[in-house]
């Protein structure tokens, strides 16, 4: 016999503990629960936290669910998102979930607010892959030198990112190739991008 019908059904979300964009939230451990086992793909370069978290926060999948713990302290009033980019994967035949974002709020509210582009290599106008983008509150031309990014993404294969969960407000955006993990630009090896205008 040859098994049955073959799946191709990516897997689908059917709850998170605590649930997807609530509020008021100061638990630092996720839980999301799938209709079937699933896997996770490099989490350490295919999972982004936004703000941006100094320590490393521990993504596993566990049968029918990921868990997410993270280690950073949470800032007040502050909506956090945690994007899966295309880690997800049903176990058995692999089928990608595909572009899944997760979020919560310390806060009464969940930001909304995205920004999006593309990064280009300026010597070939080729896009560039897994570049981190960041925006900053702190307009001041230094903020990239001495404060991480207040939010991130990361660019796919075309070089495009999003960047979610922003508060209203003026920002500038900068794209970093990081070397170190400290979300600011903080050595000479690092690639920078900035555009002028501000968002």
Known sequence: PDGGWYDDDPPKVIKAIPEDQATNIHSRKINIYFDEYIKIEDATNKVIVSPPQLEMPEIKAAGKRIVVE??????????????????????????????????????DQIDTLEVSGYVLDASN?????????GLYEDLAD??????????????????????KGIAPGTYRAFALQEMDGDFRFSQRSE???YNHDTF
């Not at 939010?151 to 294969?157: G, M, V, Y």
């Open 70 to 107: 993270l280690k950073d302290t949470l800032k007040e009033n502050t909506t956090y998102t945690i994007d899966f980019s295309d880690a997800i994967s049903d176990n058995n035949e692999g089928n990608p979930l595909g572009s899944y974002t997760y979020s919560f709020s310390t806060g």
């Open 125 to 133: 106008l080729e896009p560039i892959k897994g570049i981190s983008v």
């Open 142 to 163: 230094s903020a990239f030198k001495t404060k991480p990014m207040l939010r991130i993404a990361r660019t796919d294969s075309y070089g495009h990112f999003v960047i």
């Open 191 to 193: 690639m920078i991008a």
